[in-house]
Nanobody
């Protein structure tokens, strides 16, 4: 099992930026597909972005529209979500999650496929 810890959330004004970090401990970080989800009050958990274990493939929710990037450093067991041009509707708790992947082509945007979850970090965008 992988233990995931998010950091970097906070309060930012519309148009601002935040960098979320996901640090992993436990089993090896290799062959581990990692993603970010978010959940706003009263709404379902929503896929934000994900990255294959080599970093060669990335995936984004439709609402991202080029505003976010995701990358990973497997030597530091860390995945970063860089969020730019933030909007009030981006306000939510952001969760890091992951699952074991035998190859670099396996991916998922469904939260049900993810084995491990962090506790979440709050992102608030003021108007």
């Amino acid at each position: 099992q992988v233990h995931l810890v998010e950091s970097g959330g906070g309060l930012v004004q519309t148009g601002g930026s935040l960098k979320l970090s996901c640090a992993a401990t436990g089993r090896t970080f290799s062959k581990y597909f990692t993603g970010w989800f978010r959940q706003a009050p009263g709404k379902e958990r929503e896929f934000v972005a994900a990255i294959s274990w080599t970093g060669g493939s990335t995936y984004f929710g439709e609402f991202v529209k080029g505003r976010f990037t995701i990358f990973r450093d497997n030597t530091k067991n860390t995945v970063i979500l860089q969020m730019n041009s933030l909007k009030p509707e981006d306000t939510a708790v952001y969760y890091c999650a992951g699952f074991s992947a035998d190859d670099d082509y396996t991916y998922s945007v469904s939260p049900h496929d993810y084995e491990d979850w962090g506790q979440g970090t709050q992102v608030t965008v003021s108007s």
